[in-house]
C-alpha cells in the first residue's frame, strides 16, 4: 500500500529527490536504518516525556508540505542550505512548534544552531 502512495505522488519525490520513487522506496523507508544522527518521536509520547518543542525539517519549494507544517502549528528558524536527498541537494526550513509551555527563546537559548543568523550550522 505505501508503494502504491508513493508511485500515485511522483511530484514529492522530484521535489525533495529530483528523481522519482524507486520500486523499493516504501520497503526502504518501512525496513531502512535512519541516517546517523537521526531519531522518530511521536507528539505524544515526547510531551508525555518532558518534551517541551517539536522541530523538523522541510524542503523548501515543497508548498504542500510547507503549507501543512505551518497549519500544524510548526514556525520556521532557519534555513540549512546543501542538504542532499537522492540525486537533489535541497534547502530545508528548520521548523519548531512549541509544546508544554516552551518558548522559542528557551529553545534557541538551548538549540543556538536553529538561529537565524547562524550560517551552515548543522
Known amino acids: 500500500m505505501l508503494q502504491a502512495l508513493f ?48 522541530r523538523l525539517g522541510v524542503v523548501r519549494g515543497n508548498s504542500r508540505g510547507e503549507r501543512f507544517w505551518e497549519s500544524a502549528g510548526y514556525i520556521q528558524t532557519r534555513l540549512r542550505h546543501g542538504v542532499a536527498f537522492g540525486a537533489q541537494t535541497n534547502t530545508l526550513r528548520v521548523m ?14 538551548l538549540v543556538p544552531r536553529d538561529r537565524p543568523e547562524v550560517p551552515n550550522a548543522l
Open 7 to 54: 508511485d500515485a505522488n511522483p511530484e514529492y519525490f522530484l521535489t525533495v529527490q529530483g528523481e522519482p520513487a524507486a520500486p523499493t522506496e516504501a520497503h526502504e523507508e518501512i525496513h531502512g536504518e535512519l541516517p546517523s544522527g537521526w531519531s522518530f518521536t511521536k507528539r505524544r509520547w515526547a510531551m508525555a516525556n518532558g518534551a517541551k518543542w517539536l
Open 96 to 109: 519548531f512548534k512549541p509544546l508544554a509551555r516552551g518558548t522559542l527563546e528557551e529553545y534557541l537559548s
